[in-house]
């Protein structure tokens, strides 16, 4: 999956930083913290040619922050997929969909710039996952 690696790279490039909430705020997508269901972390929507991501306000600073550039990954990737409609509406597999957007969220918060200012320690690759916020379960996802 290197080509979503490209396309991170590329935004925080363009952008100077990795932070998802800035990347999105310059990419004029409206991201709103609302109360949802406990199992939803959060989506995108895509309407009249606006974007928009929902976080759930429940969630801690770094689920909100992964939720939030997992969600920018399916704007940057599928910018007009409807996921909860494919979800509920038909028997489309969003397993392929969901993997995308969670590597880029993994490229994104753990990017090379980032990644850089631990080359000299012994830093396991989980142990660097828990200081960016990201799920243990799909650390296997970065691409070197």
């Not at 770094?62 to 409609?85: D, I, K, M, V, Y």
């Not at 038909?90 to 995308?100: A, F, M, P, V």
Request: with cysteine; glycine share 2%; net charge negative.
């Amino acid at each position: 999956m290197s080509w979503i690696k490209t396309i991170v790279d590329k935004l925080v490039q363009a952008h100077g930083t990795n932070d998802p909430f800035d990347i999105a705020s310059a990419l004029d997508i409206h991201v709103y913290k609302k109360e949802l269901h406990s199992e939803i972390m959060g989506f995108y929507k895509y309407i009249r040619r606006n974007k928009f991501i929902f976080i759930n306000s429940n969630l801690d600073f770094e689920e909100q922050r992964f939720t939030c550039a997992h969600e920018l990954g399916h704007s940057q990737l599928h910018p007009r997929l409807n996921t909860p409609f494919l979800r509920n509406k038909t028997l489309y597999s969003l397993d392929k969909i969901e993997r995308e957007a969670n590597t880029f969220a993994v490229e994104m918060l753990m990017h090379e710039t980032d990644l850089l200012q631990f080359q000299n320690q012994t830093l396991t690759l989980y142990e660097a996952a828990k200081i960016y916020g990201i799920p243990q379960e799909i650390i296997h996802l970065k691409f070197f």
